[in-house]
Nanobody
Framework: QVQLVESGGGLVQPGGSLKLSCAASGSISSFTAITWYRQAPGKERELVAGITSGGSTNYADSVKGRFTISRDNPKNMVYLQMNSLRPEDTAVYYC?????????????WGQGTQVTVSS
């Protein structure tokens, strides 16, 4: 059973930075993609940034140029560096990993970490 554990959330002032971490219990090289999602109160969960096993990245327009996703395969870690944070970035951030299986795709979620951007 794969486990994903997020950390690094907290309270930060507008314009500040945070670095989120996602620790996987197994080898992340087995996942086709690892993605950060976020969900703000009263809103749907949305994709923030993703990275494939080959290193390709994808970002939501709202975070392009401010957030950077990266992965450290030997440590089984994925990171989300968040700079120039805005109040609208406030949300619970979740790590998601996908792995191909026969006839389907397996999806795993972490428990989430709260990010609050406020003065």
């Amino acid at each position: 059973q794969v486990q994903l554990v997020e950390s690094g959330g907290g309270l930060v002032q507008p314009g500040g930075s945070l670095k989120l971490s996602c620790a996987a219990s197994g080898s992340i090289s087995s996942f086709t993609a690892i993605t950060w999602y976020r969900q703000a109160p009263g809103k749907e969960r949305e994709l923030v940034a993703g990275i494939t096993s080959g290193g390709s990245t994808n970002y939501a327009d709202s975070v392009k140029g401010r957030f950077t996703i990266s992965r450290d395969n030997p440590k089984n870690m994925v990171y989300l560096q968040m700079n120039s944070l805005r109040p609208e970035d406030t949300a619970v951030y979740y790590c998601n990993a996908k792995r191909p299986a026969t006839w389907t795709t397996l999806t795993y979620w972490g428990q989430g970490t709260q990010v609050t951007v406020s003065s």
